[in-house]
């Protein structure tokens, strides 16, 4: 039920995760930045779970206790649904986009995997090459091994920048 | 007699201090270009439209359920508070300290205890509004303190008249405006006790800042030949498309709208909108989840798309409800505020289907991206040119009556025709092109027979 995650996930916090672990939670969003930054959203589910949790979810909501999001998905089909219609439905303003990340902060799950948290800026550059600040925020991660690789369980983008600059199309 | 023509062409301050915009000897079909651009329009507006007999969305009686609750919102770019009192009254006033004139309530939402109190000289004012708290009036020990004449009673914050409609709370400047179910008429009002019988809930909000008119939105929600052209989502499952049984309702006076569609049966979609290329009829989810509704009301109704005078824009369609307020900035500028709503009985189930389905609308939705783009995209051209040029908005005729379709620009007209009755300078003879007083709308039902337009189960 999402209203459970709009509380966030109810899982315990154990301890710091090592520096290794946190090493290789960084090189995973710069993957993920890569990804975006590069316009190769097509690979933009492989960075998750399935079922996953991926949603862009205000502040403000999350300050008044309110599940709403701007995009929730929970599915791998609903990622690859997503990067269809950005590709083939929708229309939005061209632009490319530079994903920042500060250096995440991990901890240990009890049941296993680990949530990380990570501050982000997006800055978009329109096609006449004005560059402005889109999106700040935090990724709230549940990052999970499978298969020898790391993988977002769950993702949620918190927004700090809840007015949204115009529309959102692709993944932050 | 001093009667200012509108000058469609040209941003112009006249001799006697008021804006010249666009001319109304024409067709409400004509859109000046200059509307969307001129300052001295877009403060007009604020004194003509905003402060004038119009009411106002503020907010949902269930946001403040308890004395001392509060919400900040604006009406016009006017900054405006609403609260409940300890008598269980909601009021509502402009949200600038009498003193200095200082932002008195600083929270977007929330509670306080009794009073609102400005932090800059510590005014403080009872939950009605009222001065209750000024330090040092008498002085200390003798020295300074406000004259003897000073009477706390004339230093009140500014109020607003407020009235409540099933739950929704409305406000008002203007003394003068008619009572609230007379303003919306009887149709819209019984589209409101269709949606908001029950007590509903909020489950979130989303804001949009977005680089047009605000004119540019309210035009765009009563545009229903946009709907299935732009929104390649909206045509190919159903929410919205011309070829739909459906129509658009017209208030008498023009200044609200609602486009209605009907259930789809017998459409005949790929024969009609064949030439359409934004058409994608081979268009399929891996997940449709989302799209996944159950029925709520015993009517045909499919969508439902209300536009209450000048900036309430609500929304039912599958089992989203919700609505936006829109807020100007300044001529070229808005922000959007999305309330989204559930019933407050709604299961888990419901509430999770209703979270899937915000998918579709707000910034990112899949339905509404398009129209913020769309939108900056006039802007970005009409300003070029300076406000020059006239947009025409004929499809369906140039009048303002109900159709009974949807390929009809009919409420774009309707609203241009209220916006420019209220904005006509009032003349020595007090009247406008259409024999209605200027500044004043005529009643939103001519007649108190103004038949609901639900047709029967």
Known sequence: ?172 | MVHRTLDRTASQTSHTGGPRHASWDGSPSDVPYGAYVDPAVFSQERERIFQGPVWHYVALECEIPSPGDYVSVYIGTTPVVANRAADRGIHAFVNRCAHRGATVVRGRRGHCEGTHTCIYHQWTYDLQGRLVGVPYRRGLSGTGGFPEDFDPGQHGLRTLRVAVLHGIVFATFDAGAPPLEIFLGRSAVERLQRLFSRPVKVIGYQRQQIRANWKLMIENVKDSYHGALLHAFNSKFGFFRSTQRGEVWVSDNGVHSMLTTYDTEGERVAALMGGVTSYKPQLTLADSTMLSAVREFRDPIVTSIVSLFPSFLLLHTLNFLGFRSVWPKSPGEFEMVWTYLGYADDTPQMIDRRLRQLNLFGAGGYVSMEDAHALELTQRAVSGEGGTGTGVAALGGRDTATQDHLVTEVAIRGFWRGWRTLMESRGDDGSAADGVPAGKLPPAASTPGDPARVPPC
Not at chain 1, 13 to 31: F, K, P, T, Y
Not at chain 1, 80 to 106: F, Q, W
Not at chain 1, 143 to 171: I, M, Q, W, Y
């Open chain 1, 1 to 172: 039920m999402l209203n459970e995650a709009a509380a966030g996930t109810v899982e315990e916090d154990g301890e710091s995760a090592s520096l290794e672990v946190r090493d290789r939670i960084e090189l995973l969003n710069e993957a993920y930045a890569r990804c975006l930054d590069d316009g190769q959203l097509e690979r933009w589910p492989d960075f998750f779970t399935d079922p996953c949790v991926y949603r862009i979810y205000p502040r403000e909501n999350m300050e008044e206790g309110l599940p709403g999001s701007v995009l929730f998905f929970d599915s791998q089909a609903m990622l690859k649904d997503r990067i269809l219609c950005v590709r083939e439905v929708n229309l939005y303003a061209p632009h490319s986009a530079r994903h920042l990340m500060g250096r995440p902060a991990v901890r240990l799950l009890l049941q296993g995997g680990y949530r990380a948290r990570t501050n982000f800026m997006v800055v978009h550059t329109d096609h006449e090459g004005h560059s402005e600040l889109f999106a700040v925020g935090e990724y709230r991660d549940v990052v999970v091994e499978t298969r020898g690789a790391l993988k977002f369980r769950e993702r949620t983008v918190l927004l700090d920048t809840f007015t949204v600059r115009s529309h959102l199309a692709e993944p932050l």
